[in-house]
């Protein structure tokens, strides 16, 4: 009892100094951000929310102080644009300067800044002009997306016909047509709605459009240094990234063996080959694409 009777300050001292170099910290930061309500430590101004309306508690925010505040969703520190004439000069006028995008972690760490969707800075200029300019001219002396929609769609009504207009739930087939589609532009292949390998990469889809506004993944969004090293959803979360990315991976070795590139067949293909000549490229900054080509 005496040896805690004499720990017991030391231990709020210890407290507080940690309290006064966190303000510290922030407070550094509070001079470079827009004014907002003062947050505290870890959780922000979680508290200040409605997490049941949170456009309202934003709102509510903006009327105190302005249409350009900041906000701590934990420890992070968020710029909020409230109303159509802040949101337009930000994203439309001054859009260079914001087409960068905020990282979410638990899709952040797993890609590492590569690939397609999560890169960003000159990277995504380069991949998203490459990836516009090859889905434009696809269909030249090739099938053209439109002509692969086309046909998606006439095995989609073959499959409806199959209910003998009896009540079903449509929501499979109708995620499995586009994603067919999109199968079909990236690796030439389309599948049959009763294929293993489409119905498990279906499941794996759409239960992480599920579990990713999970509570448990918004605390690794919100504390990831912590949340990565406990069990949890975040951890099965990834591992149907992996899944989806060895998928992905699978086809691109296929493509890799059979390569021609005087007649690339998809997306894939043009990718590989953009992929040599950047890599025979004599100039480093023609380099970035060979090392963000993560699924």
Known sequence: ME????????????????VFLWVWK????????????????IIGNLMQLNLKDIPASLSKLAKEYGPVYTLYVGSTP??????YEAVKEALIDHGDEFLGRGPIPIISDFQKGHGILFSNGETWKQMRRFSLMTLR???????????????????????????EAQPFDPTLILSLAPCNVICSTLFNERF???????????????????????????????????????????????????NVKNFIL?????????????????????????????????????????????A
């Open 26 to 41: 922030e407070g550094r930061k509070w001079g470079r951000l827009p004014p907002g309500p003062t947050p505290l430590p």
């Open 192 to 242: 049959q709605y009763d294929d293993e390998k489409l119905l498990y990469l279906m499941s794996l889809l759409n239960e992480n459009s599920k579990k990713i506004s999970s509570p448990w993944n918004q605390m690794y969004n919100l504390w990831p240094k912590l949340i990565k090293h406990l069990p949890g959803e975040h951890r099965a979360f990834s591992k149907r990234l992996t």
């Open 137 to 163: 001219n696809f269909g030249m002396g090739k099938r053209s997306i439109e002509e692969r929609v086309q046909e998606e769609a006439q095995f989609l009504v073959e499959e409806l016909r199959k209910t």
């Open 78 to 83: 968020t710029v909020v644009l409230h109303g």
């Open 3 to 18: 040896l805690l009777g004499a720990t017991t300050p030391v231990f709020i001292i210890f407290v507080i100094c940690l």
């Open 250 to 294: 699978e086809k691109v070795k296929e493509h890799q063996e059979s390569l021609d590139q005087n007649s690339p067949r998809d997306y894939i293909d043009c990718f590989l080959s953009k992929m040599e000549q950047v890599l025979c490229a004599p100039s480093p900054q023609h380099r970035i694409l060979p090392s963000h080509t993560s």
